[in-house]
């Protein structure tokens, strides 16, 4: 079964980091890009960026909301890929969702990890 | 950027029925658009891609249709498991990036 599992969330201060994690299995990873959504609470889904495979150089893209403090990085020997928000703020409240993304878009999505930013 | 706006926000259907979903794009964006459906504490679905073409496992009475800026998923004779919130989605090539519908939740009369 074609799975994907995030992990990292949880209760973060303003100006904190965090660094969210995203294990796939069912699949070869390393032949897809992946890539990170998220959902803020009452609000609609938000792209944060995306990374390449690494035959295709491994670069990364980013929404404008986040460029600058999101770091997306991929480990295919551990069929992990991570997000890293730095300076975060308390609009980046959300569940953060990694996906797998298709030719078309995200065709496989976890179930979500949630992150809190709050004082 | 590519806006996708659905409506309506909300459907109040009952079982049985039929169900019509609209996404628009804000230029066109040919025949890639893909629908999925969530439900509550549960990562979403999809439900179709290339606009008209149905993921694997998804029953027949799910479809999508359109192209260039006007998208439609209609889910035939609804069944209990399918009120839920849909939405729709576009990857653009150039430049990258990935967009989606605000959503549209099916529930019940």
């Known amino acids: 079964e074609v799975q994907l599992v995030e992990s990292g969330g949880g209760l973060v201060k303003p100006g904190e980091s965090l660094r969210l994690s995203c294990t796939g299995s069912?699949?070869?990873?390393?032949?897809?890009?992946m890539s990170w959504v998220r959902q803020a609470p009452g609000k609609g889904l938000e792209w944060v960026g995306f990374?390449?495979?690494?035959?295709?150089?491994?670069?990364?893209e980013y929404s404008a909301s986040v460029k600058g403090r999101t770091s997306i990085s991929r480990d295919d020997s551990k069929n992990t890929a991570y997000l890293q928000v730095n300076n975060l703020k308390i609009e980046d409240t959300a569940l953060y969702y990694c996906?797998?993304?298709?030719?078309?878009?995200?065709?496989?999505w976890g179930q979500g990890t949630l992150v809190t930013v709050s004082s | 950027e590519i806006v996708l706006t659905q409506s309506p926000a909300t459907l109040s259907l009952s079982p049985g029925e039929r169900a019509t979903v609209s996404c628009r794009a804000s230029?066109?964006?040919?025949?890639?658009v893909a629908w999925f459906q969530q439900k509550p504490g549960q990562a979403p679905r999809l439900l179709i891609y290339?606009?008209?073409k149905r993921a694997t496992g998804i029953p027949a009475r799910f479809s999508g249709s359109g192209s260039g800026t006007d998208f439609t998923l209609t889910i035939d004779s609804l069944e209990p498991e399918d009120f839920a919130l849909y939405f729709c989605?576009?990857?653009?090539?150039?430049?990258?990036?990935?967009?989606f519908g605000g959503g549209t939740k099916i529930d019940i009369k």
């Open positions: 996906t797998r993304l298709g030719w078309f878009g995200a065709e496989i």
């Open positions: 069912g699949f070869s990873f390393g032949d897809y890009e």
């Open positions: 990374i390449r495979t690494k035959a295709s150089g491994g670069t990364t």
């Open positions: 230029q066109s964006v040919t025949s890639y």
């Open positions: 290339d606009g008209s």
């Open positions: 989605h576009h990857r653009n090539n150039w430049p990258p990036e990935l967009t």
